[in-house]
């Protein structure tokens, strides 16, 4: 091994073996001038370390040693060679240090890495569903007898407080780590639910061994002081313990129900009425809304489509006479979207309601794909389908990461809803979902007592014992918010009314509910009180960075033994439970952005559930020009500057003020870098980028024929389109060069 590191570092050096230390030295500090290695590979001496720094200087080798500093120092710089030693030394020598830490990290490394690679072997080599299937079978007797799920469920309970509370050495632990990992590593390679909840389980018990140990040994402390700040930690760690095992739970089968076929003749299928609520859009971002609607593959006689105009305008009224779709208003904006719902309830009169945001488009499909399932199941109040979007959110806009990286609301779309629908416990989500008339009637209609109608209306109906049904196939798109503090506003509202729905209907009491749709429901809910956990993490290491203040009483050694395992697994299980719902690094920023601005309305729904109204969420508007939101941005221009000045205090500690405790110095410098790493990913989603179509374009290859005036028909490409254009690619033999500008075109796509 030590060989191989040696023929790297020549080749990186551009050094020839053998050759002499001084050689390896002025390689490794000293760029070589232009075609000196071209020249050294043809011959067989090694160049001389003075006459190569002559070179680069442009001064000859028996010049007074003044002109050597001159001409390194005081040259001006246009007339300064390319290689100029002075950066050159500095660059050569970081990038030497860079590359011997490579070299070492790969050497330290290379035997975790050949564990690895076995173990994917090892996983490759077990035949996973026949195993699945074994167990299956020999368990189907057991699983069957009355009460037996909920022993084994109370076996395994007991069996892993075992665990967790067994206390370990720091070999002991340690120990555990490996083997956690070791099993980790094998169970994320295979596929299937099973692997997936062992994964979960792992999890959770390497959890349950850090809260153990972090409750029992690290509460220590010696003045108030510290005993508030230590206590003020420790109550946000708890909080993120309690969702990672509700997550955990809510997630852990998820249902992927799929459509189910309409029954009967066509003429006897249910009524529809759709809903369009509307308030200050303007008509160009409704109008395709309403045009699929009208397109929609139903019979033409049960459906109705309702523009219900809160802004009482002519325009609209005008527009639906023109297409012929029917117009309702009301005298005021009382209980805002609700209350423009309910009133339309009380005109209306169809089996079943969908409703639609105004800017979500509906596919023809829609209905034909969710109105089986009130067919086969009678009780099934309510259907949701995905929310998609069709343009950039803030987030993907000014990160560059739309199509990318998956966005906040792909995990509870793409996992969540199908989580709680094996629990019956789908939430109304406001648009792209069909309700049943008749039990929502029976809840006195749209729920009002909150900002967040939608998810309390949900609630209502699961009280009241109805299903709930959730198919995760998008049918419908929408426009995402166009800037961060228009998204920052809706999260807001979200919070709040999360936080209302927790103080006034409680889902934790009261009857109705089976103890999953409570664990669903409380997920839900809890999940928006992040803000203060959050902004706590992003702040706990200054208390010892700045005034050397002890929040966790254990030795640093030992804390990262308990807690490394805490993290490593549950980010393989979240890997392998969310991959492709998720992105770690960006929900992280994703919730850093959020944290300030939803802290204190969640506070302040619990104290007074009162305070707050319905904010409409602008969409279609423009940004005509890059810019900075320093409004928005502030409060992590203070974090970040706090935590930068958390570092500075930090390195004087580490080499001056605490070098007895340099372990310790250093974990609260990696924890505060990675809180800067965050900030400064927060502090990037405030330059909003210039966004100037009023009509999105959708990304898409589609085949196309461009029919000329003259009868000529060319083939095409389509890459995009929206309302109001397309983008076409013709073949390179395609005869287009001669199309004046100007010239009426028609295009076909298929």
């Not at 230390?21 to 000196?36: E, M, R, Y």
């Not at 009780?379 to 990318?404: K, V, W, Y």
């Not at 500057?641 to 390195?651: E, K, P, V, Y």
């Amino acid at each position: 091994m030590l060989h191989a590191a040696l023929i790297w570092l020549a080749e990186a050096w551009q050094v020839r073996e053998p050759a002499r230390w001084s050689s390896w030295l002025w390689s490794a500090f000293v760029k070589p001038a232009p075609g000196t290695h071209a020249r050294a590979m043809k011959s067989e001496h090694v160049p001389d370390p003075v006459a190569g720094l002559a070179h680069m200087l442009g001064v000859a080798r028996a010049a007074p040693w003044w002109h050597w500093p001159w001409r390194a120092l005081v040259l001006p710089m246009a007339q300064r060679p390319r290689g100029w030693p002075v950066l050159a030394l500095l660059g050569r020598g970081a990038s030497t240090l860079w590359s011997l830490a490579g070299a070492l990290l790969w050497a330290v490394l290379w035997p975790l890495r050949m564990l690895m690679r076995a173990l994917d072997r090892l996983a490759e080599r077990l035949d996973a569903p026949a195993i699945g299937a074994r167990v299956d079978h020999a368990l189907a007797p057991l699983l069957h007898l009355p009460g037996m799920r909920w022993c084994i469920l109370a076996g395994g309970l007991l069996a892993a407080l075992v665990v967790m509370t067994t206390p370990f050495n720091w070999l002991g632990q340690f120990a555990f780590l490996l083997l956690a990992w070791m099993l980790s590593m094998i169970l994320r390679r295979l596929p299937g639910r099973f692997p997936a909840l062992a994964l979960a389980t792992i999890s959770l018990t390497a959890m349950g061994r850090y809260a153990w140990w972090r409750m029992t040994t690290t509460l220590e402390f010696d003045t108030w002081t510290q005993a508030l700040l230590g206590y003020g930690l420790l109550a946000a760690e708890a909080y993120t313990w309690l969702i990672v095992v509700l997550g955990f739970i809510q997630t852990a089968w998820p249902l992927k129900r799929q459509p189910a076929p309409l029954q009967g003749d066509p003429s006897h299928w249910p009524t529809v009425d759709i809903f369009i609520p509307t308030y200050n859009e303007p008509l160009s971002v409704v109008r395709p809304t309403v045009l699929a609607a009208l397109a929609m593959d139903w019979p033409h006689e049960p459906l109705n489509v309702y523009i219900l105009d809160d802004g009482r305008r002519d325009e609209f009224r005008a527009f639906a006479k023109e297409v012929g779709v029917h117009y309702i208003t009301r005298p005021d904006n009382r209980h805002a979207k609700a209350g423009n719902l309910n009133h339309a309830l009380q005109q209306t009169d169809g089996e079943l309601v969908a409703i639609f945001d105004c800017d979500h488009v509906p596919t023809r499909a829609f209905l034909k794909t969710s109105v089986g399932w009130f067919q086969r199941d009678p009780r099934c109040a309510m259907l949701q389908t995905p929310h998609h979007f069709f343009s950039p959110d803030p987030f993907e806009r000014n990160l560059g990461t739309f199509r990318r990286i998956p966005n906040e609301g792909a995990l509870f779309y793409g996992l969540v809803q199908d989580g709680n629908d094996f629990w019956n416990a789908t939430f109304f989500c406001g648009s792209c979902a069909i309700i049943r008339r008749a039990p929502l009637m029976e809840i006195g209609g749209i729920a009002v007592e909150t900002v967040t109608e939608d998810a309390h209306t949900a609630l209502k109906l699961h009280r009241r014992g109805y299903t709930t049904a959730y198919i995760n196939e998008a049918q419908a798109a929408g426009l995402a918010t166009e800037s961060l503090s228009a998204h920052v506003s809706q999260r807001m509202r979200w919070a709040r009314g999360m936080a209302q729905i927790f103080r006034t209907d409680n889902p934790f009491l009261g009857r109705g509910l089976t103890l999953w749709q409570r664990i669903c429901y409380g997920n839900a809910m809890l999940h928006f009180f992040f803000g203060l956990p959050r902004l706590v993490f992003l702040t706990a290491p200054m208390a010892y960075l700045f005034f050397h203040i002890y929040i966790i009483h254990a030795h640093a050694a030992l804390l990262a033994l308990y807690v490394l395992p805490y993290i490593l697994q549950s980010s393989i299980a979240n890997a392998h439970l969310q991959g492709k719902f998720r992105h770690t690094f960006w929900a992280e920023v994703y919730e850093t952005v959020l944290a300030w601005y939803i802290a204190l309305p969640t506070t302040l729904a619990m104290i007074n559930p009162k305070v707050g109204k319905f904010n409409v969420t602008a969409k279609g508007g423009l940004i005509e020009r890059s810019y900075f939101d320093w409004p928005t941005a502030l409060p992590y221009t203070a974090l970040v500057i706090l935590n930068l000045a958390a570092l500075a205090f930090g390195a004087v500690r580490l080499f001056w003020w605490n070098t007895d405790e340099t372990a310790t110095v250093l974990l609260n410098l990696v924890w505060t870098g990675y809180s800067v790493l965050m900030l400064g990913a927060a502090m990037g989603v405030a330059a909003e980028s210039r966004q100037v179509r009023r009509m999105h374009r959708v990304a898409v290859r589609l085949p196309a024929v461009l029919y000329l005036q003259d009868g000529r028909a060319l083939h095409a490409t389509c890459t995009d389109y929206s309302m109001t254009g397309l983008g076409l690619e013709l073949a390179a033999d395609q005869d287009w060069q001669e199309l004046p500008v100007g010239e009426p075109v028609h295009v076909g796509l298929w």
